[in-house]
């Protein structure tokens, strides 16, 4: 069995994003040298997440409507208990519930075993500052 | 370590569905040979789900009132910008955000290690054509 | 290939409750003499989830709160059918759908392949039972 191990490092300016990093996998695959086995990709962070969806700026706008409605941004400590901590980012966590926090994809012939239009994706809901994404390759 | 790849072909003729395609994943375990290792089972479509739970028809019903609730069907682009690509199916790919892409089991003793009541379906969100699924197996 | 298996027993006395059991999980890779591979660690009762999220008592407050806003307890079989079945727990079959119910976590020169807060949490949504957490660890 071989392995192989990646860290990649995120950092948006911004609170909230979405980053296509499936150019990233791919090459990891290929530095791997597996041909059969599974690829894990998953955020090292609490406040965001790795998932697998369309590569569309409109549905990426729809996440952020969708995710701000059932997991509204809310700094009052009375509303989200977590923020007693002195922190302001409860919903992120709740957000990345949502989306989740891994996915586990196929290699086949070495190669990611996609559909036609899955990207993989990290998912930012508590930015402006380096995150990492682990990227762990397993099979032969 | 052994692999082994199949592609199952679902076709819903309505918009909606929940099929358990428990039986094709045993039975690709058997073919597999693996006795020790590792089942993912995804859904190759994004706006598709691949979930384990109950193969109880009320429940299956409850899905399908509380997804419409939590996410509803809207063709309008002014309120899915995702539905100005000329799609009207925004919503089925928040749908499939909350049940999930995949599911990852446990093969032990040559059989998926499953609790009393867990079963795999398929969740169809945007239906009425063909579209795959994917069973990877790895182990020994 | 090396392969490992434990059976974690779960029994909150509360209805919901959230229980830290990345020791448990730690102790299990050790067990296995694995150095690089993944470990999957899923809930087998399909009214619980396994998650990875912060050890803070407030969150887990908030996460509380927020699941019964989304699947709120209702015994009602007009509400949820499948209540019909004589069952009350419903809601507990959708909140497991938010939380999930598995995690594959790296594992990385002996160790989990964590961030800097990742833990992992059994998620109990319909307790005062007894309840079985999967460990499955592959790899070399």
Sequence with gaps: MKSHTEYLTMNLPTTTGFINITPQVDQAIRKSGVQEGLVLCNSMHITASVFINDDERGLHHDFGVWLEKLAPFNADPN????????????????????????????????????GPWEQIFYGEFDGKRAKKVLVKIIGE
Tied chains: 1, 2, 3.
């Design 79 to 114: 509303v989200y208990h977590h923020n007693r901590t002195g922190e302001d980012n409860a919903d992120a966590h709740l957000k990345r519930q949502i989306m989740g926090r891994e996915v586990v994809v196929a290699i086949t012939k070495g190669r990611l075993d996609f």
